[in-house]
């Protein structure tokens, strides 16, 4: 019944930009942090930035200048504005939702959207 479902993938030249959407059901949204990672063929999945339930954002530094994070509650819905790409972006970019509670860690994954950045 959770579900998160990242869309907005896609073929994109170098310099080119893309906003990824991840669309949230089946728990209380505003009670997660948010966060994308990516991973890339062979490579370990990585951080790409996170939003807290108080709408604090953090990024890698690679991503910094370039790739902007933001919720929108109302919607249950996290997005990835992500310009000036590169082909070292290309990857499976994969929305994460996280929340403490007092029995331990509660963490969903959606099923990714791929990103290729290629001219």
């Known amino acids: 019944q959770v579900q998160l479902v990242e869309s907005g993938g896609g073929l994109v030249q170098p310099g080119g930009s893309l906003r990824l959407s991840c669309a949230a059901s089946?728990?209380?949204?505003?009670?997660?942090?948010m966060s994308w990672y990516r991973q890339a063929p062979g490579k370990e999945r990585e951080l790409v930035a996170s939003i807290t339930v108080g709408g604090s954002t953090n990024y890698a530094d690679s991503m910094k200048g370039r790739f902007t994070m933001s919720r929108d509650n109302a919607k249950n819905t996290v997005y990835l504005q992500m310009a000036s790409l590169k082909p070292e972006d290309t990857a499976v970019y994969y929305c994460?939702?996280?929340?403490?509670?007092?029995?331990?860690?509660?963490?969903?994954w959606g099923q990714g959207t791929q990103v290729t950045v290629s001219s």
């Open positions: 089946g728990f209380t949204f505003s009670n997660y942090a």
């Open positions: 994460n939702a996280k929340t403490r509670t007092r029995t331990g860690v509660v963490d969903y």
